[in-house]
């Protein structure tokens, strides 16, 4: 049986810059040559600006299928954000699976690290600045293009060019795509009862089981 992996592209790691008015953010991430040390809140260099909002247990790292750029470009023309990784700030650029693909609770091989899926990630007004669009954040709550987030549950070291591998699927049953589209895209209203069960896995992440529980009350 062949196993389910995807291919790493890129690593990106970013610092906090400005970015609008007072406010700044570290989404503007760079490619890392060589091997990137993988800790517990993620991969060494990489910082956030807002850590209300990003970083932590729960959003360890970012990935972005690049499977995904293809289909933005179309809707976005010839982009520059979209001629290299790091379009969205991913810290993983990865090819071969996409939120239909990659469930909640998905545990990944990181190169000697381990990595298990935790949440998709939700779109906020940055991403329509860093685009000078309006309807970026929108089209990814209508489409859950929204990439996601990892904890990491084991350190190690990893280098692009490299697979992640898929280790373990506890929860086939609950793609990213529908755990997204579940609590953040609407589908709360069709579907009460899948929204109480998200409530009650611990896998998910805490803002996000907390967003079930308001959803389903």
């Known amino acids: 049986m062949t196993a389910i992996s995807m291919t790493i592209d890129a690593l990106l790691v970013g610092q906090p810059l400005p970015f609008r008015g007072d406010d700044y953010s570290a989404i503007a991430k760079r490619p890392v040559a060589g091997p990137v040390r993988v800790g517990w ?8 600006a807002d850590r209300v909002h990003h970083g932590g247990w729960d959003k360890a790292i970012h990935l972005y299928p690049q499977d995904h750029y293809d289909w933005w470009r179309e809707r976005k023309g010839d ?14 650029a990865s090819r071969g699976l996409t939120e239909e693909g990659i469930c909640l609770g998905d545990r990944f091989s990181l190169g000697s690290a381990v990595v298990v899926v935790s949440h998709g990630r939700q779109p906020c007004w940055k991403l329509d600045h860093r685009f000078g669009a309006r309807d970026v954040m929108a089209t990814i709550v209508k489409t859950a293009r929204s990439g996601l987030y990892f904890r990491v549950v084991q350190e190690g070291e990893v280098e692009a060019g490299t697979d992640m591998i898929l280790l373990d699927r506890p929860l086939p049953d609950w793609s990213i795509a529908r755990v997204f589209q579940l609590l953040i895209g609407g589908a709360h209203k069709r579907e009460p009862d899948a929204v109480k069960a998200l409530a009650e896995m611990p896998v998910l992440a805490e803002a996000w089981r907390e967003r079930a529980r308001k959803l389903s009350g």
């Open 41 to 48: 809140d993620g991969f060494e260099n990489d910082m956030v």
């Open 79 to 92: 982009h520059p954000l979209f001629d290299a990784p790091g379009a969205f700030g991913e810290n993983i």
